[in-house]
């Protein structure tokens, strides 16, 4: 299973665009990138997933290049509710579902500033 | 968008004491669920998967008598922890799958805080 790199942390200020790369070198033909934000106490919160270019809904846009051995995450003009871990993942797809495991990395720490 | 529940949310419990824990998914049939751990500022860790009618599979080094899972319906998974005590203190998470979703991926319950005294 291909393994995720994230900053461990990040600082941003109000209404600044952040952006979070994630590395996954050993990424399979398979494999999808998926997003998610774990507030403290809480169950992760599916962000956004993609496999190739560029992906974007009403909250995020993910862009992976054509070798898609990294993904990035853009949050547009943040606020300080965006605080939160992001965690990358690498979503297997897969004929048998229950072969589709989340194996999460460290994540990163955005902290968002008035 | 897919919505899985947990129950209960938080639970204190005595040293020596089984603990039972829901994971409903509310509005979709999940063939498969997964039980996760996370203690304090720490990232996810993957227990087991559930499967509907048949054993869950464990992650290495998860005692499978201490943590029992059920996955008796489409819609519904439980983890046991059996004869708890403090080291098995943590935030419990489960996740349900739906598959025929949009997109496929992993819709994760709100935790259980899991106390033990």
């Known amino acids: 299973l291909a393994k995720t790199t994230q900053p461990i942390s990040m600082d941003s200020y109000e209404g600044q665009e952040v952006n979070i790369t994630c590395s996954h070198n050993n990424i399979a033909t398979n494999d999808y990138i998926t997003w998610y934000q774990q507030f403290p106490s809480q169950g992760p919160r599916f962000i956004i997933q993609g496999y190739k270019t560029k992906v974007t809904n009403e909250v995020a846009s993910l862009f992976i290049p054509a070798d898609r051995k990294s993904s990035t995450l853009s949050l547009p003009r943040v606020s300080l509710s965006d605080t939160a871990v992001y965690y990358c993942?690498?979503?297997?797809?897969?004929?048998?579902?229950?072969?589709?495991?989340?194996?999460f990395g460290s994540g990163t720490k955005l902290n968002v500033k008035p | 968008g897919a919505v899985v529940s947990q129950h209960p949310s938080r639970v204190i419990c005595k040293s020596g004491t089984s603990v039972k824990i829901e994971c409903r998914s509310l509005d979709f049939q999940a063939t498969t669920m997964f039980w996760y751990r996370q203690f304090p500022k720490k990232s996810l860790m993957l227990m087991a998967t559930s499967n509907e009618g048949s054993k869950a599979t464990y992650e290495q080094g998860v005692e499978k008598d201490k943590f029992l899972i059920n996955h008796a319906s489409l819609t519904l998974s439980t983890l046991t922890v059996t004869s708890a005590h403090p080291e098995d203190s943590s935030f419990y998470i489960c996740?349900?799958?739906?598959?025929?979703?949009?997109?496929?991926?992993?819709?994760f319950g709100p935790g259980t805080r899991l106390t033990v005294l």
């Open positions: 996740s349900a799958r739906e598959a025929s979703g949009s997109p496929d991926t992993q819709y």
């Open positions: 993942l690498v979503d297997p797809k897969g004929v048998q579902y229950n072969f589709n495991k989340f194996y």
